[in-house]
């Protein structure tokens, strides 16, 4: 189980934790069926380089966004639990985003728990890069990182964050994601 819960976590910020990529927000979104099943969206909002370095690795970061997470299986291979993965980028009121949705055969492979099928629904929020904003659900706080569903919650939501946009700093990707969306084109970088 832990194994699961940190496999999940790990890979569903990994997108934006390589190199210098950061969001400002994170909003996940699960859809759990009564036989445990179901699907979820996790939407990376305002999606950045956080150019906390001497060397600019923009262009790295995004050729590893493109190349790794959106067009190859990084994402899938990291989330065994995570079924019919489809991902895109797009920009929303200016800012650079990302969509992740996808379905699962039991909650407990996308890092919920519920003691021995009985009771509230539990989910660990175990990436210490990420800070909690909000929830559908009781944040049990910093401390006991678990968010508390009542029994019968049929959809969960949970908002987090990871990066201030507006430190010193941070690049905006939408520049090198205008071109690769125009011309397919990923920028020339030696190896990210």
């Not at 979104?29 to 979820?40: A, E, L, R």
Request: glycine share 10%.
């Amino acid at each position: 189980m832990k194994k699961i819960l940190a496999t999940l976590l790990i890979a569903a910020v990994a997108v934006l934790t390589v190199g210098c990529l950061s969001f400002a927000e994170k909003q996940y979104t699960w859809q759990i069926q009564p036989d445990g099943s179901g699907k979820g969206t996790i939407v990376y909002r305002n999606i950045f380089s956080s150019g906390n370095t001497d060397d600019d690795y923009t262009a790295d970061d995004f050729v590893q966004l493109i190349n790794d997470y959106l067009e190859g299986e990084t994402l899938e291979n990291e989330t065994p639990g995570m079924r019919n993965v489809k991902k895109k980028l797009f920009v929303e009121d200016g800012f650079l985003c990302g969509e992740v949705t996808f379905e699962f055969a039991h909650f407990n492979e996308v890092g919920f728990y519920q003691y021995k099928g009985k009771g509230p629904m539990m989910f660990y929020l175990s990436n210490s890069s990420e800070t909690f904003i909000n929830s559908s659900g009781d944040w049990a706080g910093e401390d006991f990182p678990i968010v508390f569903w009542p029994e019968g919650t049929k959809e969960f939501n949970v908002v987090t964050t990871m990066g201030d946009p507006y430190e010193e700093g941070a690049v905006s990707l939408i520049p090198l994601y205008e071109h690769w969306e125009k011309t397919g084109e990923l920028p020339d970088v030696e190896e990210y």
